[in-house]
């Protein structure tokens, strides 16, 4: 008796993998006989919402490189986008003059590392000593912060100072600090004489 109650015990753990390996199994199959495909795809359901919010994101040395303010934002895990409603975000950069963009709403998708600002939207960039206050206003902006490229398809007014230029589209880049802007108009008020 002693020997086969010490036998089966011998034996339990090896019965309890064999067991879950055939429900396992068993699983597999029901779930690959059910699915079709399409059918039963990710919801695009949000996993998380936030109203009325601030974010800050600090440099190396401790101080503040940017800030995200908004009215509401939701993250959507199925294709890890944040959208967001009334949105402020302000690059406060050291060796760079502050930079704002203000717009209605805004899709920020990590994968193409890229941020969409529509409706009403607003880039001010702060005067420095060599270079005047700088208001772009246009309905959308493109941005991709890693290339430190930003760019719309749709017409664009931009203030330098006291000069207008208004213009179907534009594209930035902050990095070679190039604009290339299509089909532009610039109004441009000389200063006065002494």
Same mark, same amino acid.
């Given at each position: ?16 993998? $064999? $067991?879950?390996? *055939? ?13 079709? %495909?399409?059918?039963?795809? @990710?919801?695009?359901?949000?996993? $998380? @919402? ?8 600090? =440099?190396?040395? =401790?101080? @503040?490189?940017?800030?995200? &303010? /908004? ?12 959208? +967001? ?6 690059? !406060?950069?050291?060796? /760079? %003059?502050? !930079?704002?963009?203000r717009s209605d709403h805004a899709v920020r998708s990590e994968k193409k590392d890229e941020v969409i ?27 991709? %912060?890693? &290339?430190? @490229? =930003? ?16 213009? /179907? =589209? *534009? ?5 070679? &600090?190039?604009?290339? +802007?299509?089909? /532009? ?10």
């Amino acid at each position: 008796m002693f020997r086969i109650v010490h036998s089966l015990e011998s034996w339990s753990p090896l019965l309890v993998v $064999l $067991l879950l390996a *055939m429900v396992t199994t068993w699983l597999w199959r029901v779930v690959e006989t059910n699915f079709t %495909p399409g059918l039963h795809a @990710i919801a695009h359901d949000p996993d $998380l @919402i936030m109203e009325t919010f601030t974010a800050r994101q600090l =440099g190396d040395t =401790g101080l @503040i490189r940017y800030t995200l &303010r /908004a009215k509401k934002m939701v993250h959507y895990p199925d294709d890890d986008t944040s959208h +967001f409603d009334e949105v402020t975000f302000t690059s !406060l950069e050291p060796d /760079a %003059p502050t !930079l704002m963009v203000r717009s209605d709403h805004a899709v920020r998708s990590e994968k193409k590392d890229e941020v969409i600002f529509t409706g009403n939207v607003v880039v001010t960039r702060n005067a420095t000593q060599d270079q005047p206050l700088t208001v772009i206003r246009t309905s959308v902006l493109t941005v991709y %912060p890693r &290339r430190g @490229i =930003g760019k719309t398809d749709q017409p664009v007014s931009v203030d330098y100072g006291k000069d207008t230029l208004t213009a /179907a =589209g *534009m594209i930035v880049n902050s990095k070679t &600090r190039i604009a290339e +802007f299509t089909r /532009a108009k610039l109004t441009h008020i000389p200063p006065p004489h002494p």
